[in-house]
């Protein structure tokens, strides 16, 4: 990434060379001016208003305008030297617990990376003392013609500088707030503090732009001349609805939603219990072995049978046998 400022971290009588690196990056779609006749550009040109005639830009210098009207022309040499402390170094004045910067006052988010290796040694000190102690770290440092205020934090093991608004640059919120008396009862209180448990959290790496998503595919048609796909149209009306009512729907569709899945198991369970108990398993076990006898009557029918004509056949045998014996024994008495 490239280094958009070059300087030093001061921390007490430590120096940390630093190189101030953009953090943040931006996605928007920009668009140019155009001449809807004709698609033709439009172009600013700059003008001398007393020469009326256009400059160049090596020609534009920076200049404030005085209460009366007077221009009093600063150049580059002027901001550089100006006797600050913070134009070249970010000058820690502080370490306070992280909850003591009102969000309102964050501003561009830079990393801040060690410049060389010289400063590998200061940057992780600074680093682990900061986790260590739970802290940011308060800082002035001048960028862009102006001394600003910072944030130092830890990120994974970088560290980060938030630019912070000045304390008077943040405005009061005078006005903002209905002016009316209203009163909120603990019932009410009770059921958006329900809705914010059932929505629960999110991922916010799960987020994305989907305006952005939307334009580019609009865009995407048109360049290729094709009729870009309707959207759906999400607005809703502003009618006022019964706050009581509008939170109980909401905690009950939520509910709805979430413990679909959980409602759904219990009910299917007592329906699977009838099934595999065992008082049906000595009918299965009884048809098994009806099933069983049946099929083994069979065998011991023919083989009942084949035993019995072999019986037959050993007793006709047993009586020719005895038939010869006695055809036999008569022979030999009269011989």
């Not at 994974?156 to 304390?167: G, N, R, V």
């Not at 009581?244 to 413990?259: I, N």
């Not at 072999?310 to 006709?316: F, G, R």
């Amino acid at each position: 990434m490239r280094s958009i400022w070059n300087g030093a971290i001061s921390f007490g009588l430590v120096s940390i060379p630093i190189k101030l690196v953009n953090a943040t990056e931006s996605h928007s779609i920009s668009f140019r001016q155009i001449h809807t006749e004709d698609g033709g550009r439009i172009k600013y040109r700059k003008f001398c208003d007393l020469e009326d005639r256009e400059v160049s830009t090596a020609e534009i210098g920076k200049g404030y305008e005085d209460a009366d009207g007077t221009i009093v022309p600063i150049t580059d040499d002027d901001l550089a030297s100006l006797p600050l402390p913070t134009a070249k170094t970010i000058e820690i004045v502080a370490f306070v617990p992280a909850d003591r910067i009102d969000p309102l006052q964050m501003d561009a988010a830079y990393y801040l990376a060690a410049g060389g290796a010289a400063a590998a040694k200061p940057y992780t000190l600074l680093r682990e003392a900061l986790k260590r102690s739970n802290k940011v770290a308060i800082a002035k440092y001048a960028l862009r013609g102006r001394e600003r205020l910072g944030m130092l934090r830890v990120v994974d093991d970088a560290i980060a500088m938030h630019a912070l608004l000045w304390p008077d640059e943040v405005r009061a919120p005078e006005g903002v707030a209905p002016e009316t008396d209203v009163t909120v009862n603990d019932k009410e209180l009770d059921l958006a503090d329900a809705l914010m448990n059932t929505l629960g959290e999110v991922d916010l790496t799960d987020l994305h732009d989907e305006y952005r998503e939307a334009l580019e595919e609009v865009l995407a048609a048109k360049a290729t001349g094709d009729t870009p796909r309707s959207l759906p149209d999400h607005a809703r009306s502003g009618k006022v609805l019964d706050l009581m009512a509008a939170l109980e729907k909401s905690v009950k569709d939520a509910k709805e939603t979430r413990t679909e899945e959980a409602e759904v198991k219990p009910l299917r369970s007592p329906k699977k219990s009838p099934r595999t108990p065992k008082t049906p398993d000595p009918k299965k076990s009884t048809s098994t072995k009806r099933t069983t006898t049946k099929k083994t009557q069979t065998p011991r029918k023919s083989t009942s049978t084949k035993t019995t004509s072999e019986k037959a056949t050993t007793k006709s045998t047993a009586t020719t046998k005895k038939a010869t014996r006695k055809r036999t024994t008569p022979q030999k008495r009269t011989a």
